[in-house]
């Protein structure tokens, strides 16, 4: 049985979000809270396997709670969020502090979609229960870079990203596409943050993300790299050492137009489960540049990629997988592994550094 306490001050996203919980026989809600202060005291008292956190409370606010639940007692903890700026702000900080994912807020809504959000809720829930989480602050020792015996993966002090260096000559591959949902958004910053300014690649992103999170996602992004981090408008030349956001809602495509790579942003195909969908993006990529690409398949619930880098493979693009031990949720990268198209599986830490050398082989 998976124990969860439900922390909010709406009385009725409290009832809401229990009710949906217990829809399901494998989860069970043992306390609610309505404020961070009296979350932390029923969470230190129950010690349950899942938290789902507002942010706007009273007395102790969800930010504040979430870092005392990192430092005291980390386990996996879904932030409830308003689906506006400032709610996509908040929820991209908590994000950054160890919350493993969100849910959206507007459950008040009467709507054909309460159906889907009380199954994702659900599955979410049951996905990150697996998994062990630890707080941020929780570093491997610093080694100094180039001492003997140290991996790739080796960590570096907190704030400091470790930089993948730059290489000579021109690369066999200009295009990357990454797709990536549940957990992703700390995952996408890690790999992103470590590549160097002069990147000899466009870099084409599919994250699960709703339309009011994936413009402050690119911009947040673009504050911490050395590349440039935009969410993808419509004309756009895929430009390299440029990361491309697609915006929540719309799939993006890359087209050759008047001889230059453009992305191409599309509500098309409507019936797409997702929207990003990162088997519309993958498949895109691989028809229009075949061998120069190289797709990526980063933390994730579902398959969402598998066939469209079925189609990036078939085209001789590469394929790469995060690694299990390193995902929130090892879906998506299981099925491109699963399905014996993954020619490259590295820990989330590594990813960075295996993209740039996967451009030049």
Excluded at 2 to 29: C, G, H, N, Y
Excluded at 126 to 139: M, T, Y
Excluded at 289 to 315: F, P, Y
Aim: overall charge neutral; proline content about 7%.
């Amino acid at each position: 049985m998976i124990t969860v306490v439900v922390v909010d001050d709406s009385a009725f996203m409290r009832k809401a979000l229990s009710s949906m919980l217990e829809k399901d026989p494998e989860i069970r809600v043992v306390a609610t809270a309505r404020d961070g202060q009296e979350g932390l005291e029923l969470i230190r008292k129950h010690n349950p396997d899942v938290v789902t956190l507002d942010i706007e409370m009273p007395r102790m606010d969800g930010l504040t709670a979430l870092r005392h639940i990192m430092m005291e007692m980390p386990r996996p903890v879904l932030m409830v969020s308003s689906l506006t700026v400032e709610g996509a702000e908040a929820t991209l900080k908590a994000l950054e502090l160890g919350a493993v994912d969100f849910i959206p807020k507007q459950l008040s809504k009467v709507s054909l979609d309460i159906v889907k959000i009380e199954e994702d809720l659900q599955d979410k829930v049951k996905q990150i229960s697996r998994r062990r989480v630890v707080s941020p602050r929780a570093v491997r020792p610093v080694r100094p870079a180039g001492a003997a015996g140290v991996s790739a993966g080796a960590a570096v002090a907190p704030g400091v990203p470790r930089m993948v260096a730059s290489r000579a000559g021109r690369p066999l591959r200009d295009v990357v596409a990454i797709g990536v949902s549940t957990g992703g958004p700390p995952a996408v910053q890690k790999v992103l943050s470590q590549l160097p300014a002069d990147f000899p690649a466009s870099i084409l992103i599919a994250q699960h993300m709703p339309a009011a999170f994936t413009g402050p996602f690119a911009k947040r992004l673009d504050g911490v790299c050395k590349i440039k981090v935009k969410e993808a408008e419509p004309g756009d030349k895929a430009m390299p050492g440029t990361a491309y956001v697609a915006p929540g809602g719309k799939h993006i495509r890359l087209e050759l137009r008047g001889g230059r790579m453009e992305i191409i942003v599309t509500p098309e195909p409507a019936e797409a489960l997702y929207k990003p969908s990162a088997n519309v993006l993958m498949e895109s990529v691989g028809n229009l540049v075949g061998r120069r690409a190289l797709g990526v398949i980063l933390t994730g619930m579902g398959s969402d990629g598998a066939e469209g880098m079925r189609v990036l493979k078939q085209k001789g693009g590469r394929a790469f997988a995060q690694s299990d031990a390193t995902c929130v949720v090892y879906g998506m990268p299981k099925a491109i592994v699963d399905a014996g198209l993954a020619d490259e599986i590295h820990d989330i830490d590594d990813m960075a550094e295996a993209i740039m050398a996967g451009l030049y082989k």
